[in-house]
């Protein structure tokens, strides 16, 4: 196995996702487990609508998402990975944002764990997009959240710390994914459930 991590700007547009498809493509013998940050950019502008939306200055988080969603959607269509499957994922996933701001802007108070949650999409995205992607480009490929791939956390909210039983039910549960996994770094969840980050840098941590 080859565990291989992308940084944001390695996953930052359509070309340099092509380009990772094509390295992962070239090492497929070496069954890669392939690690992403969010696309370039994209954890800074989540997190300043959150802080914004926790100042009561949210301004149209209807039209940020919009134009959050539109860029994932983009780069899927030049990828030739613009599946309705993964179109209704990346939906699904503004949608998720916008409820968690919306909230936040209502209350005007920003916590850390709705910080994590609302950050954690750009991972989220990021990963069903390179995934679409290496599927477009004749790869087997599966997006997988952290938690999906077996990553348990405390709950330090902002700075995270994988819990130690989490190596060995990461090893299963990798082991039995179909094809290449494309997984969230930056990212996991609680026992309870909850999302957290593991911090700036967590990407090369999650890897």
């Known amino acids: 196995m080859i565990v291989m991590k992308f940084g944001g ?12 498809c094509e390295l992962v493509a070239r090492n497929a013998d070496r069954q890669p487990v392939v690690v992403v940050s969010a696309l370039s950019g994209v954890t800074d502008q ?9 100042a009561g200055q949210a301004g149209d988080l209807d039209a940020d998402v919009a134009r959050l969603r539109q860029r994932h959607v983009a780069t899927l269509q030049e990828l030739g990975g613009d599946t309705a499957d993964c179109r209704a994922k ?5 949608a998720e944002i916008l409820q ?24 989220r995205m990021s990963a069903k997009t390179v995934a679409a992607a290496m599927r477009a480009s ?21 700075s995270a710390r994988p819990l130690p039983e989490s190596e060995s039910v990461i090893a299963e549960r990798l082991s039995s994914v ?12 609680t026992a ?8 700036r840098g967590g990407s090369d941590y999650s890897a």
């Open 9 to 20: 700007s390695s996953v930052g547009n359509a070309p340099a996702i092509k380009q990772v």
């Open 178 to 189: 179909p094809g290449v996994p494309v997984v969230t770094g930056y990212i996991g969840r």
């Open 90 to 94: 990346i939906d699904a996933m503004a």
């Open 100 to 123: 968690a701001l919306k909230g936040v802007a209502l209350l005007r108070e920003l916590s850390g764990r709705s910080t994590d949650l609302i950050v954690s999409f750009g991972e």
């Open 138 to 158: 004749g790869l087997e490929a599966v997006a997988l959240t952290a938690w999906d791939a077996g990553l348990t956390t405390d709950a330090k909210f902002g």
């Open 192 to 199: 309870k459930g909850e999302v957290t980050t593991l911090g």
């Open 46 to 54: 989540l997190l300043a609508l959150a802080k914004s939306a926790g």
